[in-house]
């Protein structure tokens, strides 16, 4: 007999900006929307785990989807005209467009990395629409990932931003799963990568306005990895502390990548946050 995961895909098409994009979700499950956002350079195969999981499906309509220049998802036309450097304000409005067009009301929003700091900035900025944020592996600032290495005509950029994520992970979790978060950045486009660090490293800045994020209206649950040195556990507790009312936690045995590199592990601190925001 055939086996098959309990994931659907398709296309939708979101204005930005002005700007038409084609952009590909996946999907599982019934219930409240869970919205999942990939990290830097990756796309929505990250989540795969997670929308396999049953235990999570039977209550939640899991969603996840590729970024445009990621994946599945083309760049909108025109693409080579300009440097591709994501900002805050094109990233907030493609997710909220995202969650408006396919009519999620009062999703809980779950990012990881990038994903992780963009979750803070909904919820700072659309707190009445977002149900709630799970930041993972996010603070207020983070330095050092914005480099031009990955674009240099001597380096194999798509080797480079694998490997150098690669190290952000546990090296206890499972060898097939690092290998698979390897894989998937090894296919990213060219700049992608260093377009998205441009977001995470340069443009996102939460210090100072840690306290304009409301968790009685929208609440904000921060999970890091130990072993995360990207964005490190202390970092995320510096930044859960600075707004009021905020929740964190540091995984133990776990990297910068929870949901791919060692998910039975993840899932145990993600429960539990789920089972509260049911």
Avoid at 41 to 62: K, M
Avoid at 186 to 205: A, L
Avoid at 263 to 268: A, G, V
């Amino acid at each position: 007999m055939p086996e098959f995961d309990p994931i659907t895909g398709g296309y939708v098409y979101l204005d930005v900006a002005g700007v038409r994009n084609r952009v590909y979700f996946e999907e599982a499950g019934s219930g409240r929307p869970l919205l999942c956002l990939h990290t830097a350079g990756s796309d929505s195969r990250q989540y795969r785990h997670l929308l396999c999981d049953p235990e999570v499906t039977s209550r939640w309509r899991v969603l996840a989807f590729d970024m445009p220049y990621h994946g599945r998802s083309l760049p909108p036309d025109g693409w080579w005209k300009n440097e591709y450097l994501l900002t805050r304000e094109a990233y907030a409005g493609m997710v909220m467009a995202f969650t408006r067009t396919m009519d999620l009301r009062q999703p809980v929003v779950l990012g990881c990395s990038m994903g992780g700091a963009l979750v803070l900035e909904l919820a700072r900025l659309y707190g009445e629409e977002v149900g709630a944020v799970i930041g993972l592996e996010a603070a207020s600032k983070i330095e050092g990932r914005f480099l031009d290495w990955s674009v240099m005509p001597d380096i194999d950029g798509s080797v480079m931003a694998a490997s150098w994520t690669y190290g952000l992970m546990a090296p206890q979790s499972p060898e097939p799963y690092r290998r698979e978060a390897w894989w998937t950045y090894s296919q990213g486009g060219p700049g992608i990568y260093r377009g998205d660090t441009y977001f995470y490293s340069v443009d996102w800045d939460l210090r100072g306005r840690e306290e304009e994020i409301d968790t009685g209206r929208c609440p904000v649950y921060l999970l890091t990895g130990e072993y995360d040195y990207a964005c490190t556990a202390e970092e995320s507790a510096t930044t859960a502390a600075a707004i009021p009312g905020a929740n964190f936690t540091r995984m133990e045995g776990i990297g910068h990548f929870p949901m791919t590199e060692n998910y039975p592990m993840f899932r145990e601190y993600l429960l539990p946050v789920l089972r509260e925001r049911e």
